[in-house]
């Protein structure tokens, strides 16, 4: 048990591109501030998949000799924090890669499907054996378990029977299709990087690799990418946007924009909000950093106090660390976050 949202994960796909592994490596290296627990990338030179996954940070996981090994032009890519499935385990890891009758196929997911365990069981007792704790695995065993020949008609088949929030990335030696809930709770974007396409949950992840961002994809939509170029379709009924509103107060960067709305000045206009329905007679107004420090400021502004960094953030907390007595209550905050003793 701890103070975290766990349904936090980023996803990155490209297609077209020299040096895909790379690529993907940078782009969930800018995703990572939405999971820290595991990431993996899968990649295709259109015959085969080459994956590797590890535990931890991009940075840890993904050296000069694993990256040699991805190779190809189209690749996948993952980082995780835990919403089903047991959390410091390597088998929950993504993307999911698995070879079955139609081909090789690997998946990567952003979201949490509500009727997980119902439809697990309901596999199961058909004679279904699950490798994971993971509800991103069940989409594998359903695209595998259907009848239909193309493998976007498999994926649509297989969506149609979860419940909840998902944007996914999958890909095969030959196709990268990605494909957002039709409520749109989670986000996902799609870019261009010369010749080739890139889709991402959060733009910032074009930005660091030199890509344009294009639009978001659409709740509802599904993109097919092949050598005959990009599809888009819409195979779901439409619903009521719905997206998280968790994105823009916590989820995603500051300087990305969502749905044509900028996170930051979304964070500033929520402290104006708050100011205006609670002001408070304050000498100081003090963030929590990081994503506290944009509605810090709106509030400052709108009632026109001080806006002072009373809180300092350690960006070189280990994941792991040998916790002392618990006499020492509350040591991870402390170990986060310091006061500026002086100013307080």
């Known amino acids: 048990m701890d103070d975290h949202f766990h349904d936090e994960c980023g996803v990155f796909g490209i ?12 782009g969930l ?34 050296g000069p000799a694993v990256m040699d090994r991805l190779v190809g032009d189209r690749a996948i890519g993952h980082v995780r924090y835990s919403t089903a499935g047991a959390k410091a385990d390597l088998k929950n890891a993504q993307p999911i890669a698995v070879d079955y009758a139609q081909g090789a196929l690997a998946v990567a997911h952003n979201g949490n499907l509500t ?7 309901s596999l199961e007792s058909e004679g279904s ?20 020949e193309e493998l976007a008609d498999r994926v649509v088949e297989s969506l149609r029977a979860v419940q909840g ?41 074009f930005h660091l690799i030199g890509a344009e961002y294009l639009r978001d994809v659409e709740p509802g939509e599904m993109i097919v990418i092949d050598r005959a170029g990009l599809r888009s379709l819409r195979p779901f009924e439409p619903q009521p946007r719905k997206m998280c509103i968790f994105e823009y107060v916590y989820f995603a960067r500051p300087d990305s924009t969502l749905s044509g709305v900028s996170v930051y000045e979304a964070r500033k206009r929520m402290g104006r909000v708050l100011a205006e329905e609670q002001p408070a007679d304050v000498d100081l107004v003090i963030p929590v950093p ?55």
């Not at 297609?15 to 940078?26: C, D, H, I, M, V």
């Not at 009727?115 to 069981?121: E, G, I, S």
């Open 29 to 62: 290296h800018s995703l990572q501030h939405r999971g820290q627990e595991s990431s993996g990338i899968v990649s295709s030179d259109g015959q085969q998949l080459f994956a590797h996954r590890a535990m931890g940070l991009v940075q840890d996981g993904f």
């Open 290 to 344: 990081d994503s506290g420090v944009a509605s810090a400021m709106g509030f400052a502004r709108a009632l026109g106090a001080p806006f002072e960094l009373g809180l300092i953030r350690s960006h070189y907390v280990g994941r792991t660390f040998i916790e002392p007595a618990q006499s020492i209550r509350h040591f991870g905050v402390r170990l986060k976050l310091s006061p500026v003793r002086g100013l307080l």
């Open 129 to 148: 054996i699950f490798q994971t704790t993971s509800d991103t695995e069940l989409l594998v065993h359903l695209i595998a378990r259907s009848r239909q």
């Open 115 to 121: 009727n997980f365990d119902h439809l697990r069981a």
């Open 165 to 205: 929030a998902y944007s996914i990335v999958f890909l095969t030696p030959t196709q990268l299709i990605a494909v957002r809930d039709p409520y749109g709770l989670r986000p996902l974007c799609l870019g261009m990087l010369k010749d080739a396409q890139v889709v991402a949950s959060e733009p910032v992840a």
């Open 15 to 26: 297609f077209g591109a020299e040096e895909s592994a790379n690529l993907a490596y940078l």
